[in-house]
């Protein structure tokens, strides 16, 4: 072990282990702890874990959120592993807005808060401050998940009250949020227009919008490129069904 290059032995050995054992990992030494904190190192291990037979299923019930493991090279029965959650909030109060690597961004519904949360190291960050940012409306907001080409993870907020849309970022390298401009003399702010969820798709988030309360545009799809930071209007069609794939 001593003759191993310390790459080879973090992202070529280490990396490929399972969530708990590299959690055990970082006990080791603080050199160890500080890389494998590093988002190096998670894209890596996040990678190995896609690939292997043994995924994860994050099941979140009534009372209880559950792991569940799903191994189908071994598919008898395991028993699910509970989820405790380091913030107080019931599972029924609780929206799952993104994921991305492992991370869950979650918003509260007692407090409205943003939280990105990572249920097998139990690590999170609660994203609300005291300038109003950070909190989140189910029932008008829209939220997107990526990673920048700095490999800064961030958290892109579509925030609608009252008439007017304000769009935020979040970085988490800076711990700071950040607002970027939305598409001219558009009217997606008003709450006649209904944002789906994003989806990240070959550097860009998209959104479908439609419009509601018995007028029809159609579909409008609206991309935002992750590394200009900018938005685009993709299509408007009169009727559309539109499934984005990676490849």
């Not at 099941?59 to 598919?75: A, C, D, F, Q, R």
């Not at 940012?133 to 579509?158: C, E, M, R, T, W």
């Amino acid at each position: 072990m001593s003759c191993l290059p310390f790459l080879v032995v973090m992202l070529d050995i280490i990396a490929r282990l399972p969530p708990k054992n590299v959690a055990q990992c970082k006990l080791v030494c603080k050199e160890w702890l500080d890389f494998i904190l590093e988002r190096k190192f998670v894209r890596a291990h996040c990678h190995y874990m896609r690939a292997s037979a043994d995924q994860k299923l994050l099941m979140v019930g009534w009372k209880t959120i559950e792991v569940h493991s799903l191994n189908y090279k071994s598919p008898g029965f395991i028993v699910p592993r509970g989820v405790a959650r380091p913030f107080y909030a019931h599972p029924s109060r609780m929206f799952f807005l993104a994921s991305l690597d492992g991370m869950l961004c979650v918003c509260l519904q007692n407090t409205c808060e943003l939280v990105v949360w990572n249920p097998l190291t139990t690590k999170f960050k609660k994203l609300a401050n005291s300038n109003s940012q950070g909190f989140y409306k189910v029932d008008s907001d829209a939220l997107g998940f990526f990673v920048d080409s700095s490999d800064d993870y961030n958290i892109l907020h579509i925030k609608r009250r009252r008439g007017t849309m304000t769009v935020y970022i979040y970085s988490m390298e800076l711990n700071s949020w950040s607002t970027v401009r939305f598409l001219k003399h558009r009217p997606y702010h008003h709450y006649m227009y209904l944002w789906s969820p994003a989806t990240l798709c070959g550097g860009g988030l998209y959104f479908f919008v439609t419009q509601c309360r018995g007028r029809s545009d159609g579909l409008t799809v609206i991309r935002f490129d992750v590394n200009s930071k900018s938005f685009l209007t993709c299509v408007s069609p009169m009727y559309m069904t539109m499934k984005l794939v990676e490849v």
